[in-house]
């Protein structure tokens, strides 16, 4: 596995480390405990990293240096890649060991599974996770750069087979890329339900010093997650005296998170809004089990690991029907689905589940059953499927070690 950027063992809910981190980290477990062996890649952003940490049976973390042993932004990573992968090969020859198949991770990720793939004449399956062309599309100012797009374009014409979580990722691979229908396999994300369980709602809220109307929102701070929406929903929402937010991720040196406290508190939410910063994962339970409702309002969700969570622990989601949230939410069955990005039609959405008890218990119901079959157990069983289908089936010509260490990204 790459996954150059961000550390699967890192904070989940901060700026480097969400859903992919926490994806590749479930998913290379499960892998392992089913005897297949797995060595995560990713580039130290710590001194006192240790250079390999196992994390589970057949899982391990190579930590390989490439730039500064510390945090850098995301997309300056871009730079050190021709570093990381000629450390990769280092490694690898070092220890001796033959790889079967590359499994990417991001655009980033997936620039050095190329390069690789055809050095060591192996299949390279490419996940993006999120697309720079949907995330712009989505978002009124531009933030993805024409290299990321351009490098997304090489990727999905190298790979040898592209994973979309979900229909619409698929769709959007061939639409705004060119991908090749035949060459994606859909595998969704996964959940871990022994983790991810109803719990007391009273006693959850016991716990956090909650009651009342709870809405709960989960999730990095990043503008695509519109947090800023959900705030000026609640704004509308200000005449129901019991409603409260309760706002998980983000940490205080975040100037995200910053800004959307100053929006919180510019709209009278102070006392209604509560920012808890990262939670992690294993706490996150009581939190959506504490919650009558969770909210997803996010503009672009190339899944949302976050809705799955909520309703593996009984709480009905709000979502925005962007993505692939609809695959997981469905409308009226285990939440609500909006279609427009409006404060207002959030705010009408949230006050229709909050009013109609039926509908609410109904929702609450349906929840955990309707996301069973994301079972990381499930979701392994078909990985292992596909990468059986891939090994023995590629022919690249392998490049040199020299033309490796003149790639430039
Ligand atoms: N998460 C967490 N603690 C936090 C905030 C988020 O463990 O404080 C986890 C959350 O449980 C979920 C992941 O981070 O598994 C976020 O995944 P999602 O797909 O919703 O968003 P992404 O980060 O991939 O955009």
């Known amino acids: 596995m790459l996954s150059v950027h961000g550390s699967p063992l890192g904070q989940l809910g901060t700026d480097s480390a969400g859903g992919m981190q926490l994806y590749i980290r479930a998913l290379s477990r499960e892998l392992g405990r089913r005897g297949t062996v797995v060595d995560v890649f990713t ?59 590359i499994h990417s991770h991001y655009w980033l990720s997936g620039w050095v599974g190329n390069l690789l793939a055809r050095r060591w004449g192996v299949p390279h399956v490419a996940m993006f996770h999120t697309l720079g062309r949907l995330k712009n599309q989505a978002l009124a100012e531009k933030e993805e750069s024409d290299a990321r797009i351009e490098i997304e374009e090489r990727i999905v014409d190298g790979a040898d087979r592209i994973i979309a979580s979900s229909e619409h990722e698929r769709l959007a691979l061939v639409d705004h890329y060119g ?86 508190h510019d709209l009278g939410l102070d006392g209604r809004v509560f920012f808890k910063g990262a939670v992690p994962q294993e706490k996150l339970p009581i939190y959506y089990s504490a919650a009558t409702l969770c909210v997803v309002p996010s503009y672009y969700e190339s899944f949302g690991l976050v809705a799955m969570e909520a309703l593996a622990c009984g709480t009905p989601v709000i979502a925005s029907e962007v993505g692939g949230l609809p695959t997981v939410v469905r409308d009226r069955e285990n939440g609500l689905l909006v279609p427009r990005h409006q404060p207002e039609v959030f705010a009408q959405r949230i006050a229709q589940a909050l009013d109609d008890v039926a509908l609410r218990r109904a929702l609450r119901l349906r929840a955990r059953a309707s996301v069973l079959c994301y079972d990381w157990g499930i979701i392994a069983e078909r990985m292992i499927a596909m990468y059986h289908g891939l090994t023995g089936t590629c022919g690249h010509d392998a490049l040199s070690v020299v033309e490796l260490a003149a790639a430039e990204p």
């Open 179 to 264: 991908a090749r229908w035949e060459n994606i396999a859909v595998i969704p994300c996964g959940v871990d339900l022994s983790l991810f369980r109803p719990l007391d709602q009273a006693a959850a809220r016991a716990m956090l010093e909650l009651d009342g109307e709870v809405l709960l929102f989960v999730g990095r701070i990043d503008p695509v997650k519109g947090l800023d929406v959900l705030l000026q929903a609640v704004a509308l929402l200000r005449t129901r005296p019991n409603l409260t937010l309760v706002v998980v991720g983000g940490s205080d040196t975040e100037r995200e998170l910053q800004r959307n406290r100053r929006l919180a």
């Open 43 to 101: 580039r130290r952003s710590d001194p006192c990293q240790p250079k390999v940490v196992s994390f589970g049976p057949n899982a391990r973390v190579i930590h390989l240096d490439a730039g500064p042993a510390a945090p850098i932004e995301k997309n300056a990573v871009l730079n050190f890649l021709p570093e990381f992968l000629c450390n990769l090969q280092r490694f690898r020859q070092a220890v001796g060991l033959e790889y079967d198949v």
